[in-house]
């Protein structure tokens, strides 16, 4: 029998995102599988991995933060509540 294995796994393989995973599992298990789940969908849709989106985003916090909008902007549908979520997120990875 073969085990199903998550999408998410391979994020978890980051010492940092299974850092902040396991910590925010101690409040919330529900919280944490979602927060992974956003991370890993704006990895995809910036083709990026976390470390590479803190990265970037240390670097230039404006540019990244206006990357973010214009991928809304495109059609990505996201509320405004979601979006600062995901800010939030980010800058604790």
């Known amino acids: 029998m ?8 391979a994020y978890l393989e980051d010492q940092s995102v299974r850092r902040w995973f396991n910590n925010l599992s101690r409040g919330s298990p529900i919280t944490a599988d979602v927060a992974l789940r956003r991370l890993s969908k704006l990895c995809e849709l910036l083709g990026t991995t976390p470390r590479g989106m803190v990265q970037r985003a240390r670097g230039n ?3 990244f933060q206006d990357a973010l909008e214009d991928m809304i902007s495109s059609g990505w549908r996201c509320s405004a509540e979601q979006y600062s979520k995901m800010i939030r997120m980010i800058e604790r990875v």
């Open 61 to 63: 916090l404006t540019e």
């Open 2 to 9: 073969t085990e199903k294995v998550s999408k998410y796994a």
